[in-house]
């Protein structure tokens, strides 16, 4: 690492502070390695230590100031009027490490973050996984519930379409039978025979429709299944490749 | 060393070695590690602090080609050296008494 590569390093770790504040910082160090001479660069680089370790004794003392500035100053007068006037009896200084302190973030010490990524794999793991699980099992129930009403949709479907020219069929020649037993009184007989007729070429009629919409019906039918297979293939396709991308990014990091 | 160095007594040296002539940063740091053991980077956060509280100032001079910032000490400042030194004088001598070796009936 150079002199130029360190101060730029130190320039990024001292990002939060105010721009004053910056510029004082990385000035002082600029020149502290021009009168150290480039022949004394590389241990003045090492005996600062890293660039994160000098900005974090900045920090501190900035956080510190920050701690410190409600307190009355030294030149202040009555204990009343001299808390206010503090920051101003100090030249401004405290004041300023007060107001701009609020832009130095909380720091959180490594045992934290570690205790605290490991509390969050443990719920995840605790209570995730169940609810992963509970998610997916509820998917797949409502998916086969939505299939089995389909199913029972289609098979209702077809029976009427099988059944109703069926069963007036059936009826219509009923009639016409029971209509040759009732020629005691001719008018009942003929109107039954009409009506056994009227039954039976209805039947017929929606006998002829139906095996006429199952023939249109067919090729439509076939391939709306093909569309329906082919979607469901590319849902678990695209499942497949966000677990994928998922695990990648896990070892990632 | 056993010894840790407080803040004070950083502030302490760092008036005394500023107190003796305009300094700059580099040469502060060296002088006060003539004496004490502590690292590089310490020192950058103790000059704020004093420039903060008015103890020291600064000037630009150009030298060599670039300009140099170097600290001085201020009136208060002083005031706050001559303080310190009371305070030393006092701590040690107290200390010296029972850490010196010598019977501490022989110094009243």
Redesign the interface.
């Known amino acids: 690492m150079t002199a130029y590569e360190y101060l730029n390093a130190l320039r990024q770790a001292l990002e939060v502070l105010p721009d004053d504040e910056r510029v004082n910082a990385i000035r002082y160090y600029e020149e502290y390695f021009l009168d150290a001479g480039p022949e004394n660069e590389v241990r003045v680089i090492s005996e600062l230590g890293s660039p994160e370790q000098v900005a974090q004794n900045i920090l501190n003392e900035y956080t510190d100031l920050a701690r410190i500035a409600p307190r009355p100053g030294p030149g202040g007068e009555g204990a009343e009027e001299g808390a206010p006037q503090a920051g101003q009896a100090d030249g401004g200084a405290s004041a300023r490490g007060f107001r701009t302190g609020a832009f130095v973030p909380p720091r959180r010490s490594p045992a934290i973050s570690f205790l605290a990524v490991c509390g969050a794999i443990f719920l995840a793991v605790v209570f995730g996984l169940p609810l992963l699980a509970a998610a997916v099992a509820t998917i797949v129930c409502l998916a086969a519930s939505a299939l089995v009403v389909l199913v029972g949709l289609a098979a209702v479907l077809a029976a009427l379409l099988v059944l109703l020219p069926l069963t007036l069929i059936a009826s219509g020649g009923v009639l016409c039978v029971i209509s040759l037993f009732l020629w005691g009184v001719p008018a009942s007989a003929v109107l039954t025979l009409g009506a056994g007729l009227c039954l039976l070429a209805l039947g017929g009629l929606l006998a002829v429709g139906c095996i006429q919409l199952c023939a249109v019906s067919f090729r439509p039918l076939l391939r709306a299944a093909g569309w329906c297979v082919d979607q469901c293939g590319r849902f678990f396709r695209w499942c497949i490749d966000v677990v994928g991308r998922f695990l990648e990014r896990l070892k990632g990091v | 060393m056993a010894f840790p160095i407080s803040a004070a007594l950083l502030d302490a040296v760092v008036l005394a070695v500023v107190s003796r002539e305009s300094t700059?940063?580099?040469?502060i740091?060296q002088d006060v590690r003539q004496v004490m053991d502590i690292?590089?980077?310490?020192l950058?956060?103790v000059?704020?602090?004093l420039?903060?509280?008015?103890s020291l100032s600064t000037y630009d001079q150009a030298i060599a080609g670039?300009i140099?910032?170097y600290y001085q000490i201020t009136p208060a400042g002083l005031q706050k050296l001559q303080a310190y030194r009371a305070d030393w004088v006092a701590y040690r001598d107290s200390i010296e008494r029972v850490l010196g070796g010598r019977d501490v009936n022989d110094c009243v």
Do not use: A, H
Request: aromatic residues 14%; without cysteine; positive net charge.
């Open positions: 700059y940063g580099y040469k740091t690292s590089e980077s310490t950058y956060p000059l704020r602090r420039l903060k509280d008015g670039r140099r910032r």
